[in-house]
Structures are given as structure tokens and as C-alpha cells.
């Protein structure tokens, strides 16, 4: 039997848990865990605070051990949501007293600190009812988890692939890689230090990338028949014109896992890779792949007897 010190012990690893969250998780997802691992909803309340600094907080602003109660230990967390009290309008807990032209400091001073008591007092009469609702909210939360993850089992993963639109031939333990990473995309797409490390995460392989910001030549090759422009608007003399698009020069290799053959577009690290800069890649922003072989694979010639083969521009050269 686990007597109040064990659990109160337990509880503080917990706490430790909680604080050390780098991302903003919803209070009801992370309360939802705690329940699946054996913490007693009894053992978890709830405090709103106000919903003020919420655009510039987490949704859990504080997690402490609560043991006013020594029989009774619980976590009690502090919200940055509106409570009941936050909600109602303030004359239904504080007495409405008139405006007057002159009042001393201590006259404020001592309205203040009344108001304080009332507010403290009115969420502490509210602080049940706000609890019980928060646990109808985590129950909802738990029962959609249940539902997605036993319905589907382990057929989870297909179920995100038609969601995000992936092809499932691609390759089966990259693609778990990219599924999991695929709800951080938002935070990694665009930033190129993060995508170098996604793409080494999803590759298995080295991968350096250089942005280049120097004006590219592109040939128009097609003329517009006369009446039909208007020059410095639509339309420009010749068939040549500089583009200062961005270059992201994505070098892969050298190659330690794969051959240069897996990465041919029509194989399936190949997808793989043109999939993965359909995510995270700018659509304003071109891209110039470089595959470095293995050494090994340097030394393939037209007349070797072994099985590699020769890939004209990309481990074979004349």
C-alpha cells in the first residue's frame, strides 16, 4: 500500500514532468496522460487564472504540490483560461460604492485590498464546479484518443497518409519518420537549419543546404505575336531574363546508407525526397539537388564485372 509520503513523491516527479514541457500542450491532453498512467483524477485540480497572457504563455502557467491537505496530495495546476468569475459581470461580486472626488490613500488602498479578498473568495467558491467541468473536457478528450487509436491499431499510420495525402509506397521506415514529424511541419517549413535536420532525420543520410540569392538566366523561348502586350508592363525585349528567386542547393551525401540508383525520381527515395520538399521547401524558392556518391562508387567504370552500375551524371562521367 503507497502511503501519503510515496505519493506525494510520486506527484512531485510528476510536477517535474510537467514543467520541464518545451511546447504549448493543452491542459486536457496532458491531464488525459495522467489518467492513462495511473493518476487518480481525485489526485488532479484546477485553478483558472485569466486568459490575459495566454497569447504570450502556455496554457499551463504553473503545476505545484498541493499537501494543505495531509491526507490528501493533488497536483494543482494554474490555467492561463477565464474562469466563472472572469466570465460574470464584476457587480454580482463586488459592491458597487460611488465615485469620490477626493479620497486619501489609505481609502484606496483598503478598497483595493477588499476587492482582492472578494475575487480570491469568489474563485474559491467557483474552483469545484470549473474543476468538474474541466474533467468533462478531458474525458472528451480521452474517449476521441480511445476511438482514433483502437479503431484503427496499428493501421494508425494509413489513416495519417490519406489525411496528409502522402503515397504509401514510399519507404516504410522513413514514412514512419514523416509521420511522426509531420505535426511539426508548420514550425520547420522555411527555416533552413531545421529542414537541413529533417532531411537528415528522414534520409538517414548527410545533408547540407546553401541558399544562394544570385540573379539566374531564364530563357522565355516562345514570342508573343505583335498587338498583343504592351511593352514595360506584360512584356519585355529578347528571350532572355534574370530571375532573383532564391537557390536552396540541397547536398545529399556523401551517401552512406543508399545508393545514388534509390535516389533517381522514379525510385522510392526519390518520392521520398520530392515529397519532403513539398513540405518544407517555400513554393518563391528553387531547387537544385546534388547527389554525392559513396567513394566506392567513384570507381565504377563502363567495363567493371561487379554489379553496380554506371549512372550517366550522377556516378559516371565520359
Excluded at 491499431?153 to 514523416?178: N, V, Y
Aim: charged share 25%; with cysteine; aromatic share 10%.
Amino acid at each position: 500500500m503507497v502511503n501519503n509520503a510515496q505519493k506525494a513523491a510520486v506527484l512531485e516527479e510528476v510536477i517535474d514532468h510537467i514543467s520541464k514541457l518545451h511546447y504549448d500542450v493543452r491542459a486536457e491532453v496532458v491531464v488525459g496522460e495522467l489518467l492513462d498512467n495511473h493518476v487518480r483524477a481525485e489526485e488532479i485540480a484546477v485553478q483558472n487564472q485569466n486568459v490575459f497572457v495566454r497569447s504570450f504563455n502556455k496554457d499551463i502557467l504553473d503545476a505545484q504540490l498541493d499537501d494543505s491537505q495531509p491526507y490528501h496530495p493533488f497536483i494543482s495546476l494554474t490555467l492561463s483560461r477565464d474562469g466563472l468569475y472572469d466570465r460574470l459581470p464584476e457587480g454580482i461580486f463586488h459592491q458597487f460604492t460611488p465615485q469620490q472626488q477626493q479620497r486619501s490613500v489609505r481609502e484606496m488602498v483598503l478598497n483595493y485590498k477588499r476587492q482582492q479578498k472578494e475575487q480570491q473568495e469568489a474563485r474559491k467558491f467557483f474552483r469545484p464546479l470549473e474543476n468538474e467541468f474541466f474533467l468533462q473536457r478531458v474525458f472528451l478528450e480521452q474517449k476521441e484518443k480511445h476511438l482514433l487509436f483502437d479503431a484503427f491499431g496499428k493501421d494508425a499510420d494509413e489513416l495519417f497518409l490519406s489525411f496528409w495525402g502522402i503515397r504509401p509506397d514510399l519507404p516504410k521506415t522513413a514514412l514512419k519518420k514523416l509521420v511522426k514529424l509531420l505535426p511539426y511541419i508548420y514550425r520547420i517549413a522555411g527555416n533552413l537549419p531545421l529542414v537541413q535536420l529533417y532531411l537528415k532525420a528522414i534520409l538517414d543520410e548527410p545533408v547540407k543546404i546553401v541558399q544562394e540569392d544570385t540573379p539566374t538566366a531564364v530563357e522565355t523561348g516562345s514570342a508573343v505575336p505583335l498587338g498583343d502586350s504592351r511593352l514595360g508592363l506584360d512584356s519585355m525585349t529578347g528571350d532572355l531574363f534574370f530571375t532573383d528567386m532564391p537557390v536552396w542547393k540541397i547536398t545529399i551525401g556523401p551517401l552512406q546508407q543508399h545508393r545514388v540508383h534509390d535516389f533517381l525520381p522514379w525510385q522510392p527515395y526519390g518520392k521520398l525526397l520530392e515529397t519532403c520538399i513539398g513540405f518544407l521547401v517555400p513554393a518563391d524558392v528553387e531547387v537544385e539537388t546534388i547527389l554525392e556518391p559513396h567513394p566506392d562508387e567513384r570507381r565504377v567504370f563502363m567495363a567493371d564485372s561487379q554489379e553496380k552500375e554506371g549512372l550517366g551524371g550522377y556516378n559516371f562521367y565520359l
